[in-house]
């Protein structure tokens, strides 16, 4: 195992390179830059734009730019943002990455407490009302757009209930303790459950028919033959190996988090990664989105690697070395 890891974590750094070389490319691709458009001020001539985009590195080749960019980030800086003029991309980073960190963890909580127990129950009740139920659900929760689902929930919880408030982080400064916990849980609600709609639909799916696959197998029949009760047989059995391709997903999901909590951030004004990375495509501020990109990247190759090794922990039969 040991192996196997150092060996995956090797991989990391060819496909990391392959990945920002993409990334970099498309952002280049787009027109303009964060020193043109609508936002500048006409009343400044443009020579002093000219000399600012000269001074940002803006005007040399794009193989320039990426070797500087990547000489940077090689030696562990992010570079300055071109958009908040004076802030490192670091500062800018820091000040975000936990509320999405949150957010994602919130949703995963959210999928993995209503998804699992509904996939096991659904599977175990085949066409039943609750069968028929869930199948709805599920399939309304992965036809359902997130900003639909966001813009709809707002509307419901936030305006007319006023259950749940729909905007920020806190209500409030100055609030510290379990109060100023409490308040950011509330925050929460919202975003988290439309974040974790569809990952949720998608494992009750993925949970019922691999419960109901597995249940056919000859060593739950053996296991059945044997005189086990039906819960020994389901939760010792049948769920420790239908958890397999579940724990596969979830070695994804928190990519697949961080990058749709772009659109879900926006819905519910959150200040996260997800809100600076679209403002920053916006204004073409290639530092940031560059760095974002680079966080997703490397969360989605680490989220691979713990899917193997808890694949392995879940089977025992599974060997890497």
């Known amino acids: 195992m040991h192996k196997y890891i150092i060996r995956r974590i090797l991989q990391f750094i060819p496909m990391l390179f392959l990945i920002t070389i993409v990334v ?6 787009a027109p303009g830059d964060v020193l043109s458009g609508e936002r500048l001020d006409p009343n400044i001539p443009a020579e002093v734009y000219d000399m600012r985009r000269e001074a940002l590195g803006l005007n040399d080749h794009i193989t320039v730019q990426y070797w500087n960019w990547l000489s940077s980030v090689a030696t562990g800086d992010l570079g300055t943002s071109m958009q908040y003029t004076g802030r490192s991309v670091a500062e800018l980073i820091n000040a975000r990455v936990m509320n999405t ?5 919130f949703a995963l909580g959210v999928t993995l407490a209503f998804a699992i127990p509904i996939g096991i129950y659904s599977a175990t009740r085949k066409y039943s009302l609750f069968d028929y139920g ?4 599920a399939f309304l929760g992965l036809a359902t ?11 419901v919880f936030g305006f007319m209930l006023g259950w749940f408030p729909s905007q920020g982080t806190v209500s409030t400064v100055g609030l510290s303790g379990m109060e100023l916990f409490l308040d950011k849980l509330k925050h929460l609600v919202l975003p988290g459950f439309t974040l974790g709609l569809a990952s949720t639909a998608s494992y009750m799916r993925y949970m019922r028919t691999e419960i109901l696959e597995v249940k056919g197998s000859d060593f739950i029949r053996t296991a059945k033959a044997k005189g086990l009760s039906n819960h020994s047989v389901l939760y010792k059995h049948t769920l420790r190996n239908a958890l397999l391709p579940i724990i596969t997903l979830l070695g994804l999901e928190f990519g697949t988090l961080l990058s749709g909590a772009i659109i879900t951030e926006r819905v519910f004004s959150y ?26 990247a490397i969360t989605i190759l680490i989220g691979n690697l713990l ?14 070395d």
């Open 271 to 296: 200040p996260g990664l997800g809100q600076l990375f679209l403002t920053s495509v916006q204004n073409r501020d290639y530092p940031v989105i560059m760095a974002i990109n680079l966080i997703l």
């Open 134 to 137: 869930a199948t709805t659900f």
């Open 101 to 105: 960190v949150y957010l994602s963890l």
């Open 145 to 155: 757009p997130n900003f639909f689902a966001g813009l709809l929930a707002i509307y």
């Open 307 to 320: 899917a193997d090794i808890f694949y392995a922990v879940v089977d025992p039969r599974i060997r890497y």
């Open 24 to 29: 970099f490319a498309l952002a280049k691709a």
